[in-house]
């Protein structure tokens, strides 16, 4: 069982389980979601890379 929830940093995720299951993809609009399948949990982290400084 993965108990692990894998961050993401785009709102919609694909998880097929390694082939596991259909491919399926899974909106976390809401911040966070699970794959109906295998149960795998997904976070929406918080984007901090696309940080523009506009100082001077
Ligand atoms: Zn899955």
Do not use: W
Not at 11 to 24: F, K, R
Request: with cysteine; glycine share 8%.
């Amino acid at each position: 069982m993965a108990n692990d929830t894998i961050k993401v940093t785009t709102e919609i995720v694909s998880c097929s389980d390694n082939g596991q299951h259909p491919l399926v993809y899974i909106n976390l609009k809401n911040g966070s979601g699970r794959c109906q399948y295998c149960g795998q949990k997904f976070e929406l982290a918080d984007s901090e890379t696309g940080k523009e400084k506009s100082a001077a």
